[in-house]
């Protein structure tokens, strides 16, 4: 078996072996080549032997000889698909011939073309198999009348012996098909379990990697926050004072670029659920964000919360998904503009939405916001830097409560995005309870 893949791989040009997959099929398109050109010829010469029959030896040798043969032309062809369709067109006309000169459309010769046309439809482009089929059609159509009108192809009446050793010989090469084409299939997708686990991998080492890191890189971060604040004393000019000030805005954004690396690899599907009283969150978000949105003179304006409204969820996760939008709507925003909160109740849903009045998405914008490290075509209005990261961990809190994450936006007016929560959180006993109730 060795030597027959090792003669098979001495067969397949270089820009053969470019891909797994395009490998996997060469060989196994070779490997029955050899086999159906092996038994052919075995054919031919049982035969002669046993029946005395010239005819079929030549036919059937002659067709084994053909497929052997063009094995060695294979190096000679650009693409395989160029290949394979010359050695089925060469079988598809030397059968023609055979099945004339074997009697016509009343011999056991036409059941051969079935066997082409399985390769046909395993191996080639449904144009190519639909060509060779309309062919065969009007061949043996054509056939069939010409013999009805009384033209005689000296039709012999078949032995029992040479009946067996042709359905014999034509299940043989079936089943050879099937295995070989089985057997691509299987390697392939042995191939592609591999690679998928190669990539789950090399994904968790990155993973472990950057969590490694990020932590590491936090503590000096720090330390040279600390150490600036030491000199933040009235004994320095005016000039030293804007460097430390660079210095310690530099330290904080290296130190939020950590935390948004780490806060992308927390998620966690495990919630703490409790009863969250919006008016009270949205007021502390608001009395927060004032020192950086007076900055701007950007007005954080709370709407429907006249009444309280409560919803059942984790308090964790909701400030985590607030603190990123309402941080976008700031940073983006230009100054003297105006950013809204507005909340809304029904029986089964509350809906959170901040409106802001910045840049908008463009439509190249909208394909790839959720994306991790995605930098869009806005910048922030105050200096600020972006991870590119926030509305992806929006996006997956957002998941992991159960909700919805819709937005509108207008190029040039502002964009509005509206987080959709259910009032109660659906805990995994009550979803099992809803669906045996079903």
Request: with cysteine; aromatic share 10%.
């Amino acid at each position: 078996m060795n030597l027959i893949n090792h003669f098979i791989d001495g067969l397949i040009p270089d820009r053969f072996k470019l891909t797994y997959e395009l490998t996997t099929k060469v060989r196994g398109v070779l490997t029955s080549q050899l086999i159906i050109g092996i038994i052919l010829t075995g054919l031919g010469m049982f035969f002669l032997y046993f029946e005395n029959n010239p005819l079929e030896l030549y036919l059937n040798t002659g067709i084994g000889i053909f497929i052997l043969s063009s094995l060695f032309l294979l190096k000679f062809f650009n693409h395989f698909e160029s290949y394979i369709n010359f050695i089925l067109s060469g079988g598809y006309i030397v059968l023609f011939a055979f099945i004339i000169l074997a009697g016509g459309v009343y011999s056991d010769a036409p059941f051969w073309l079935a066997l082409l046309i399985t390769i046909n439809i395993t191996y080639t482009k449904t144009s190519h198999t639909v060509f060779w089929l309309i062919v065969v059609l009007v061949f043996i159509t054509t056939l069939f009348y010409l013999q009805s009108n009384g033209l005689d192809f000296n039709y012999e009446e078949v032995s029992y012996k040479k009946k067996a050793a042709t359905l014999f010989s034509f299940f043989i090469l079936l089943i050879t098909i099937n295995y070989s084409f089985t057997k691509i299939h299987k390697r392939k997708n042995s191939h592609h379990l591999e690679i998928i686990a190669t990539h789950k991998r090399l994904l968790k080492e990155r993973d472990d990697l950057m969590s490694i890191i990020a932590h590491d890189m936090k503590s000096p971060s720090r330390r040279i926050e600390g150490l600036i604040s030491i000199f933040e004393t009235d004994n320095l000019s005016k000039d030293q004072k804007d460097i430390l000030s660079m210095l310690k805005k530099t330290a904080l954004e290296s130190i939020q670029l950590i935390d948004d690396l780490l806060e992308a690899k927390s998620f966690s599907s495990n919630v703490s659920i409790e009863d969250i009283n919006l008016n009270v969150l949205i007021q502390e978000f608001k009395n927060a964000f004032l020192p950086l949105s007076n900055k701007k003179n950007i007005r954080i304006i709370t709407r429907g919360l006249r009444s309280v409204i409560l919803v059942k969820t984790s308090r964790y996760e909701l400030k985590r998904i607030l603190d990123n939008l309402l941080s976008n709507a700031i940073k983006f925003s230009p100054f003297n503009t105006r950013v809204e909160i507005i909340c809304m109740q029904n029986d089964s849903h509350t809906s959170i939405s901040i409106q802001d009045q910045g840049p908008g998405f463009k439509k190249e914008d909208e394909l790839k916001m959720f994306q991790p490290f995605q930098k869009l075509s806005a910048r922030p209005t105050g200096g600020e830097t972006s991870s590119g990261l926030g509305l992806s961990i929006v996006k997956k809190l957002t998941e992991i409560l159960k909700g919805e994450l819709k937005y509108v936006t207008q190029p040039g007016k502002g964009t509005t995005f509206t987080l959709v929560l259910p009032n109660q959180f659906p805990l995994i006993n009550e979803s099992k309870e809803e669906d045996s109730s079903i």
